[in-house]
């Protein structure tokens, strides 16, 4: 488990949202797939990056840029 402090009060209050949405465990991002709450990996963005960009921007360079 990671421990974060967040400053900037609206994405506090939209993490804790998120975080008090019924089921899906204690990850912070997660979808629901019929009754089931699947969490949302790195796979799953990665694959929606590369979806987006069409594979034109190296995910490497966006870490980079985010400070990731």
Known sequence: MRLLTLRDKPLHRACNSLLR???GGDDLLAYKVGRQWVD???EHLNEQFDDATRGTVERAVVRLLGGG
Do not use: D, P, S
């Open 40 to 42: 949302v990996r790195a």
């Open 21 to 23: 949405r019924k089921g």
